[in-house]
């Protein structure tokens, strides 16, 4: 599925409520989001609606060859993919110092999650572990790392996806 770019208008989008269909005009110009898990599916979409929306957004994705991909065929400036491995601490605290160092974040969707499929008792402690980082740990470190900055420009929208 090729990204969609907007077009510089705002971005308009379309739902249904029973038989009525509604629009609804989004303009997210001037913000930065952060949308984790944004290589496919529910998070893909979810960046798409953002970037129609004219919103700057900076997407995750756990490959760094297809990050890099997406990188060099990007054409613009306002979306930046970054390669992002939420299994253990370290690596969210790495994650989370590269935040530090990019424009502050207005609105942040934590969809990246995992699930392994397989019987409970297969489980290993470590797959457990690394359940626990994507799904719970992550999230919950990224969101305390950007509500500092949300209270002091009196602004912020974060957004937690789940599912076990």
């Known amino acids: ?58 997407l995750t994705g756990t490959s760094q060859s297809e990050i890099d991909q997406l990188n ?31 424009e502050p974040i207005d609105i942040c969707v934590n969809n990246a999650g995992i699930n392994i499929i397989k019987p409970l008792i297969e489980v290993s402690n470590e797959e457990y572990q690394r359940i626990m980082s994507v799904n719970l740990s992550a999230p919950f470190s990224i969101v305390r790392s950007l509500i500092p900055n949300m209270k002091k420009q009196k602004y ?3 957004v937690n996806i789940a599912s076990i």
Do not use: C, Y
């Not at 609804?24 to 110009?29: E, G």
């Not at 989001?33 to 893909?44: H, K, M, Q, S």
């Not at 990007?74 to 992002?84: G, H, S």
């Not at 299994?87 to 989370?96: G, H, V």
């Open 156 to 158: 912020g929208r974060i």
């Open 72 to 102: 060099s065929e990007n054409e613009n400036k306002a979306i930046k993919w970054l390669m992002a491995d939420f299994s253990t601490s370290d690596n969210i605290k790495l994650f989370i110092d590269k935040l530090k160092n990019m």
């Open 1 to 58: 599925m090729p990204p969609r770019h907007g077009n510089g208008s705002s971005g308009k989008s379309i739902a249904r409520f029973g038989n009525q269909i509604v629009s609804i005009n989004i303009n997210l110009s001037g913000k930065t989001a952060l949308i984790t898990g944004a290589t496919r599916g529910i998070g893909r979409a979810i960046a798409d609606e953002f970037i129609e929306a004219n919103a700057q957004v900076i």
